[in-house]
């Protein structure tokens, strides 16, 4: 279909062009949305870290992989999520419900390393069966990671991929014989542009149809 005279023009952004902010203003409006990896971590010293991800996602099932983009401190310090993976190796991935978002929420915080943002967050900790860090009790679920590769991009930013090694659900979230998720029950939030936040109560099932499908109901 050809464009009439009314429709607004299209609008282009060169992102050579463009600086890191820009980029990134662009980008988190734009890719939505983005499911919140709430993200525990231990020190050296046994001292927990939580913090939220949004630049987060399952990237392989075998083996079992999920990824988080990690940014560091604006002076090039590592935070303290991306240290402690790079000084112990393991860390473990939150699913955020609806129930915990402002939990989350505090949990963004930039608390400094000695303060315990689940503590502060009213968030209980709970001991990692194959891992050091240790996974949250009000999560609907959660992974145990076991860093397995990092991607340097830039002196800014890691990509931090980690192998699940163990899985926490609460009992009224999954079907342990078919293993399938209840979403309603999972009641995940997701990150949109800004500041907002979205959920995923409004659902709709769209099945991938089979070729012959496709032919069928073009010749309808």
């Not at 913090?51 to 983009?69: H, Q």
């Not at 939990?103 to 900790?125: I, K, N, Q, W, Y």
């Amino acid at each position: 279909m050809n464009s009439s005279a009314d429709e607004p023009a299209d609008v282009t952004f060169d992102f050579r062009e463009m600086s890191a902010r820009d980029k990134y203003k662009l980008l988190i409006g734009t890719v939505v949305p983005r499911p919140i990896a709430l993200v525990t971590t231990v020190d050296p010293a046994g001292r927990i870290n939580a913090a939220p991800f949004s630049f987060f996602n399952c990237l392989s099932a075998d083996p079992p992989i999920l990824a988080l983009g990690v940014e560091n401190h604006p002076d090039m310090r590592f935070k303290d999520t991306g240290l402690n993976i790079r000084l112990t190796e393991v860390f473990t991935v939150n699913i955020v419900s609806h129930a915990i978002a402002e939990a989350m929420h505090v949990c963004a915080v930039p608390f400094s390393p000695e303060h315990d943002e689940l503590r502060a967050a009213g968030l209980t900790a709970m001991p990692g069966k194959t891992v050091a860090s240790p996974w949250i009790k009000e999560a609907p679920a959660a992974f145990e990671c076991r860093r397995h590769v990092t991607l340097e991009l830039g002196k800014s930013r890691q990509i931090i991929m980690g192998e699940i090694l163990f899985a926490h659900y609460h009992a009224d979230v999954v079907d342990a014989e078919r293993l399938h998720i209840d979403p309603a029950r999972l009641d995940a939030i997701a990150r949109l542009g800004g500041s907002t936040c979205s959920t995923i109560r409004d659902r709709f099932d769209m099945e991938t149809p089979t070729l012959d499908d496709y032919w069928s109901q073009r010749q309808s």
